[in-house]
């Protein structure tokens, strides 16, 4: 069955850490994590290829957020330092096309809400 399942979100104060992390049922080249505020449109944040570790990263969490694998586990994590109020979220992770790191189907867990607070 596929399945991805989000979890180790939480609240934190700005200013400290929280990882985050993807578990999923299958495998891909490349995972992404993305994430949606209330009445926001969904946004990507940060991508990974599983298998080579190349990354990418959105303008605005580049160089405070984290993003890693563990492919034995079919885990992607995402390691969130000197979060910031507007990081506050519902974050979510995919299979993502390598190219565009837009979604490559429609397969999303429950997500994991992330609060950052001043």
């Known amino acids: 069955q596929v399945q991805l399942v989000e979890s180790r979100g939480g609240s934190v104060q700005a200013g400290g850490s929280l990882r985050l992390s993807c578990a999923a049922t299958?495998?891909?080249?490349?995972m992404g994590w993305f994430r949606q505020a209330p009445g926001k449109e969904r946004e990507g944040v940060a991508g990974i290829y599983t298998r080579g570790g190349r990354t990418y990263y959105a303008d605005s969490v580049r160089g405070r957020f984290t993003i890693s694998r563990d492919n034995a586990k079919n885990t992607v994590y995402l390691q969130m330092n000197s979060p910031k109020p507007e990081d506050t979220a519902m974050y979510y992770c995919?299979?993502?096309?390598?190219?565009?790191?837009?979604?490559?189907?429609?397969?999303w867990g429950q997500g994991t809400q992330v609060t950052v607070s001043s």
């Open positions: 995919a299979a993502v096309l390598c190219g565009s790191w837009m979604p490559s189907n429609n397969y």
């Open positions: 299958y495998s891909s080249n490349c």
